[in-house]
């Protein structure tokens, strides 16, 4: 029996929610496939930790993460309560800490579910956003802190490696889908960072002759993604350009609550984390209604790394069946809860 060994990060908010109703699911498929189980340490950092120990997560909880097959977290952050600069520092240390520099973020539309936009033309695309540099470098300062003069500088760091790196990821999963690749940039403003962008994807194209390549500003693409979003395969951007657009890809779907994210450490020096695209909303937290599916496909990209491909696409059938024939969660037009929507997965598992 083959056994991986995860790191459970539920966080705050609707992350405890969603990662219990993923457990669940993943244990169900994996137990009725046979050959394979995961062995979970749960890690209760967060505002919980916070209240405990005025911290949101230990000193060495990277130390502590590393020795793990991979990490699944729910979602942090409870602004109401502590700065989310502070409760979401761990999550954007260990991105960049355990070199996670592919952030794989797909979105769908799924028979049966209602979407905000009039097509009805099947939406089917990843968002790969780099994960581990870009505008989410922790490099800046404050001059005159408090004071009517106050200068806050933020500087990016974007470099020749890992664009190239993330760009040729991009190009070898479009490979595996449907051939198009669509860089998302600002360059015609930020004349520095974006344009090795530009430069880079220049000279990598012509070594992807097979995969139809274009361009956008970030401004355009959101427009574009409204209106044609059937249009688009694979979409790559920067750190904070993928953070956005995987929200909208998420809201032109039907729900931020369906999505799923991979942050990927492709040459497996370290574990690589797992969790939905949305955060702890705290809005719907605690009332047991918040959508797991996102939670629960994150999973699937997790056994599918963890090289268990058929329990995966199991999974990944599962839900699609539960949500084509509900009962669903409220974000996308039911009345069930959560735990109500992860029973149903795992009924049609069997079937
Ligand atoms: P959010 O993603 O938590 O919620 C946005 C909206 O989508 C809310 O109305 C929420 O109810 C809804 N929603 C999100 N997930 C849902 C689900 N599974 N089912 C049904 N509805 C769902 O974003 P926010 O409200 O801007 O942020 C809340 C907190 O989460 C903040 O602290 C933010 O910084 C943090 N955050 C964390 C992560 C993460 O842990 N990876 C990601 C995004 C935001
Ligand atoms: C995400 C989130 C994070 C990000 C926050 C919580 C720091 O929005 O994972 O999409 O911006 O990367
Ligand atoms: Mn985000």
């Not at 990277?62 to 020795?67: I, K």
């Not at 995969?211 to 401004?219: C, F, M, N, R, S």
Request: charged content about 20%.
């Amino acid at each position: 029996m083959r056994t991986h060994r995860i790191a459970l990060y539920p966080g705050d908010g609707i992350g405890t929610e969603v990662l219990d109703a993923t457990v669940m699911v993943l244990d169900a498929a994996l137990a009725q496939a046979g050959g394979a189980s995961l062995s979970y340490e749960r890690f209760d950092w967060g505002m919980a930790h916070y209240d405990a120990h005025g911290r949101v997560a230990p000193d060495d909880f990277l130390e502590t993460l590393r020795g793990f097959d991979a990490i699944f977290l729910g979602a942090v952050g409870w602004p109401a309560r502590l700065p989310d600069h502070v409760t979401l520092a761990p999550l954007i240390r260990l991105r960049q800490a355990f070199d996670l520099y592919a952030c794989v973020r797909p979105a769908r539309t799924f028979p049966g579910v209602p979407h905000p936009l009039r097509s009805d033309q099947p939406i089917d695309v990843v968002v790969v956003r780099e994960n581990s540099e870009g505008e989410y470098v922790d490099n800046g300062g404050f001059v005159g802190a408090g004071t009517p003069p106050e200068v806050a500088v933020q500087t990016a760091v974007h470099t020749r490696r890992g664009v190239e790196r993330i760009l040729r990821f991009s190009f070898e999963l479009a490979r595996t889908r449907r051939r198009r690749l669509t860089m998302i940039t600002k360059s015609n403003a930020q004349r520095y960072a974006y344009v090795l962008w530009d430069r880079v994807l220049g000279e990598l194209a012509p070594a992807y002759p097979d995969v139809a390549t274009d361009k956008l500003h970030i401004d355009a693409a959101t427009l574009e993604l409204v209106r044609r979003p059937h249009t688009f395969d694979v979409i790559v951007g920067s750190n904070l350009f993928g953070d956005i657009l995987s929200d909208l890809t998420g809201g032109v779907t039907g729900s931020l609550g369906l999505n799923p994210s991979a942050n990927l450490n492709p040459e497996r020096t370290a574990p690589s984390l797992f969790e939905p695209v949305h955060g702890s909303a705290p809005d719907i937290a605690g009332r047991g209604i918040a959508n797991p599916t996102g939670a629960i496909l994150s999973g699937a990209m997790m056994l599918e790394w963890l090289g268990e491909t058929d329990t995966a696409a199991s999974i990944r059938a599962a839900v699609e069946r539960a949500l084509a024939s509900g009962p669903v969660t409220p974000d996308v037009g039911g009345t069930a809860s959560g735990l109500e929507f992860a029973q149903s997965v795992v009924a049609h598992l069997a079937r």
